[in-house]
Structures are given as C-alpha cells and as structure tokens.
C-alpha cells in the first residue's frame, strides 16, 4: 500500500489512489479497511454518490446493514430518483427480513423502471414473505414476461405453485414446468433450482423422482444446509409433500399421532371395561340362577 500512500502525498485533493486502495481491499476481503479508505474519500468528496454507495457495500459486507442503509438513505435523500441506492437499500431490507420495508423500496424502483424485471422479482419474492401469494405470483409473471431467460423468477414462481397454502394459486403441474425451466436455463447445475423441482415433483405426488432430485440436493448443498435438505427428503421418502419446518411437522405429527393413541387407547379401554362389567354381571347371573336351583332342589 506505500504506494497508494506516497501518492496520496503527493495530491491530497486526489481521491484515486484511495479508492484503488479500497477496491484492492474489498476485493482481499479487508471491509473494515475499505470502509476506512471510503470515508476517507468522502472527506474530500462529501455527499459523494458513487462513494456512498461502494462505502454501503462495504459495510453491508462487513455485516454493518444499519450504517449500509444510512448510506443508501443519503443518496436518495439527495436524490429520490437513484434507482440503484432503491434497489441496494431494498435487498439489505430483505437480508434484515424487514419484507414490508423491502418490498416498498421495490415498489418505489418500479415506480421509476417498470421495465426491470429483477425489481419485479424481488418485490414478489417480498410479498409473498408478507403472505401476499397471489400479488407474488402476479410480479413473477411479470418479471418472466419481460425476461422470459429469468431463472431465478421461474424457481421463485415454481415455488409458490408447488407449496402454497391458497388452493386457488396452487398448481403442481405449472409448478414442476416452471421449476423445470430454471433448472434448464441454469444447466441443472443450480441446487436452489433442483430443490423447487423436487418439491413441485411432490406436490404432484410423484414422490419417486421428488426423491431423486432431492437426493442430488443433498449431496450439492452447503453444508449448513445438508440437515434441512436431509429431513425434507426424509419426508418424501415417507410420501409427504414439502414443509417449510420439517422438525416443527415432525413434531405436530408426532404429537397428533400421540393424542390419536391415546384415544385409542382410552376408547379400548372403556370397550374393555364394558365387556368386563357384562361378563361379571353374566357371571353373577349364572351364579344366581346356580343358587336358585340349589334352594329348588
């Protein structure tokens, strides 16, 4: 870096040098120190647009979200109109889950690009987070409509087709189509693909090929992801359509399966107590009528 540094002293109103340096640091993972070089920069070059918006990446890389949205809310303070700080501030909204917020920084790109299919995908990917399923699908549509080669808004929409709980939306053959088509358009190389191709295969009830692909998820997944990948295709393998929280299905199926026991079991036992009681009064009647003849003779 001495030379970024005797540069620097050479023309300390010439900001290049600190902003190669902070590339050449983003791009070796050292964000603390790019932050630092960005803020430098924008000593020189205050309220810096293109600055403020490599400093927000900065910090979003660093994990610092709240300072990466101040960022971006400087921009478009300065200017409403900065589709990029929208759509950067709305993808840190969603990492955050804040999908209302996300979904309303989409809305607002639209508002200036309605011809950007990537806004259109993200806002559906947030509402439908919100349980707005139908207004999701109508934005994936959209997206796919503008960019038919969109893979990420065909998985998106095979998704919904395939595990949503509005039958009016639900559709399994559309499902394993749409997730069929990003598969194709990412080579069947793209694991978050495969999984939407299980998932609508199962929704279709074809659980045997929904274990196949799931098996090849499996063995492609991160591996914080092998767990949840595992369980999803245990319950395949059990001929069970995909859930969200597999552990929290296991446990209310488990649970009902108990309390379904345990009537069982409570209902055998009344019967048996029933047929207990009849056969002691049977018996005491043999026993009086015994008893009877006995007085007789």
Known sequence: MKD??????????DITPIINR???????REFEAAIGDYTEALEVREGNA??????ALAYKSAGEMEKAIQDYDAIVDDNPEDVAAIMG????????HEYAAAAADFSAALELNEKDPVAWNNRGYNRYQLGKAKEALSDYEKAIELAPEYGLAHQNRAWLLAT???ESLSDADAAVEAAKKA?????????SDLSALAAALAAQGEFKEAVGWQEKVVESAPEDAKEFAGKILDRYRAGKPYIADPAAAEKAEQAAAEREAKKKAEKENVAAKKAAAKQLAEEAEKDAKATGL????
Request: net charge neutral; hydrophobic share 30%.
């Open 4 to 13: 970024y540094e005797r540069a620097l002293k050479l023309d300390p109103e």
């Open 22 to 28: 902070a590339a050449v640091r983003m791009a070796q």
């Open 50 to 55: 293109g600055l403020l918006r490599q400093r």
């Open 89 to 96: 501030r709305g993808y840190i909204r969603f990492q955050q």
């Open 164 to 166: 949503t709980d509005d």
């Open 183 to 191: 598969c194709e358009l990412n080579g069947y190389g793209n694991v």
């Open 294 to 297: 006995e007085k007789a003779e």
